[in-house]
């Protein structure tokens, strides 16, 4: 087998990932217009009018490189988080950043360890590099939090061969979120060999009172790595922005491997603004709340299971009918998410949207069902 053969064999190996269909697309395939979108988490109500004002200035010179380094952001987020600026690494969302870490760690003889149903990035970046998937079995679906991580389960995993853990806190696809106690518990049972990830996308929407910030015990657990991105509650998915918070010694180590110039100008300049505008983020969480609200709410009523979520999305389990019920919605013009490519095919994750946009999707399930 020649060295291109053996690289196609580990290529094709690879499951792409799939994203939410583009409103686009679908208005161009059922000739439709004002469809919705209610299947990737992003935040119904936009970006800051801030960012708006900074993508105009920034817009002035896209003839220029940005800044490689990220000078400004690194600052903003040094006085937001309280964390020095050595200890941030910049990436092109936090997917970027998620695949530059398991880059540092793994080869072919290294193992990564992650949760059932975790976000499927840690599968595709763990593959990708030649590394081994030690996958824990989540919780089952009577828990407390089913589907969920169990973190005895993965410590259990744990051998000479693990060189990396991913941990979503809330996880995606599920919403469910670790309490402070178990997971430090489980970080501080961890080999310091052993890097940890704590990937913290919707941090911001979490309303839970025992909900840890794991970025607090980065001085205590040098093998800490905290993921968060501008994609959700900043509203600025399309400008792709994310970052890590580590040890000074991790951030030397990821900004060696990351590409050059792997945060646009446009993004660059839209988190800074978006760090800016509290009263935004406090807007979009209120949405949030009640959106969360009103859909657990109705569900209820219809005699529908979900899993409890403390993200910006709900997954409920429509048993075997629910991919018809997707095609139906599609047909519809509204998006959702069906997840059988998690192994949980009798769900759908529908993102929290604006309340006329849920008030949309109730009236069109009721028809449908």
């Not at 119904?44 to 900074?54: D, I, K, M, R, Y």
């Not at 095609?327 to 069906?338: C, D, E, K």
Request: hydrophobic share 40%; charged share 20%.
């Amino acid at each position: 087998m020649s060295v291109i053969d053996t690289a196609l064999l580990q290529i094709r190996q690879l499951q792409p990932y799939s994203p939410g269909k583009p409103v686009e697309e679908l208005e161009r395939e059922l000739g439709i217009r004002d469809a919705i979108k209610l299947a990737s988490n992003e935040n119904p109500l936009g970006c800051s009018p801030l960012v708006t004002e900074a993508l105009a200035r920034a817009s002035e010179h896209i003839e220029l490189y940005p800044d490689a380094n990220a000078y400004y952001l690194k600052q903003r987020l040094a006085q937001k988080l309280a964390i020095r600026e050595n200890q941030i690494t910049i990436g092109n969302g936090s997917n970027d950043v998620l695949d530059l870490i398991a880059r540092s760690f793994l080869d072919a003889g290294g193992a990564a360890i992650y949760s059932q149903y975790a976000f499927m990035v840690y599968a595709m970046v763990t593959q990708a590099c030649g590394g081994q998937a030690q996958v824990a079995a989540a919780h089952g679906a009577c828990a407390k939090q089913p589907y969920g991580h169990d973190l005895n389960a993965m410590l259990e995993l744990v051998n000479d061969d693990t060189r990396l853990v991913f941990i979503a806190n809330p996880n995606n696809p599920t919403g469910t979120w670790l309490q402070q106690d178990e997971l430090k518990g489980f970080i501080e049972q961890i080999p310091q060999h052993i890097a940890i990830v704590v990937d913290e996308a919707y941090f911001e929407y979490v309303e839970m009172a025992d909900y840890p910030d794991a970025s607090s015990w980065l001085e205590m657990h040098p093998n800490l790595i905290v993921t968060r991105t501008f994609s959700k509650i900043y509203g600025l998915a399309g400008l792709r922005i994310g970052y890590a918070l580590s040890s000074p010694d991790l951030c030397d180590l990821f900004n060696r491997v990351r590409q050059p110039f792997n945060g646009n100008a446009l993004g660059l300049a839209a988190a800074c603004a978006a760090l800016d505008d509290e009263a935004f983020v406090e807007q979009s969480r209120r949405n949030n709340q009640q959106g969360l609200q009103l859909m657990q709410n109705w569900f209820e009523k219809k005699g529908f299971d979900y899993i409890p979520s403390s993200g910006n999305f709900l997954t409920v389990r429509f048993g075997e009918n629910s991919a018809d019920i997707n095609q139906a919605l599609m047909q519809r013009g509204i998006i959702v998410r069906p997840v059988a490519n998690y192994k949980l095919p009798d769900f759908l994750r529908i993102s929290v949207g604006t309340q006329s946009q849920l008030e949309q999707l109730f009236t069109n399930l009721d028809e449908i069902l």
